[in-house]
């Protein structure tokens, strides 16, 4: 590759993580709340604020546990099941983002003020 072919990728890379980064801060809607469904009912929706941190699970089940942040977002922390992947996606907390636990068919979805799910189907099996 030659020096021009370098600086075009370099550019467009620059310009890719930018418009990301403004995509990711300015356009995306904060959530205001976290739903959470077993077998694709509704067993729980919490409010997501700043400055509101803490711990729960649903009665559904009790092994697996949801943590709240100061920074109005929301997280799998504990799970028995073997990949823990849901531990693993991180913080939810922007309006359409969603989690899941197969193995214990939980879905935890971040939603408007309005309920609005965004484009996010609710089927699990």
């Known amino acids: 590759m030659r020096k021009k072919d370098l600086i075009v990728i370099a550019v ?31 067993v729980h929706r919490v409010q997501l604020e700043a400055d509101k941190a803490g711990r729960f699970s649903v009665p559904e089940v ?27 996606s991180g913080k939810q907390m922007n309006v359409g983002q969603s989690a899941a636990c197969l193995p214990n068919r939980l879905l935890l979805k971040i939603v408007s003020e309005d309920g609005a799910h965004g484009d996010v189907d609710l089927i699990i099996q």
Do not use: M, R, W
Not at 14 to 40: M, P
């Open 12 to 42: 467009v890379a620059v310009l890719a993580l930018g418009a990301l980064f403004y995509n990711s801060c300015f356009l995306t809607e904060k959530g205001v709340y976290a739903e959470i469904y077993h077998d694709s009912n509704l």
């Open 62 to 88: 009790p092994n697996v546990v949801f943590q709240l942040y100061d920074d109005g977002s929301i997280a799998f922390i504990e799970s028995d099941c073997p990949d823990k992947i849901c531990i693993n």
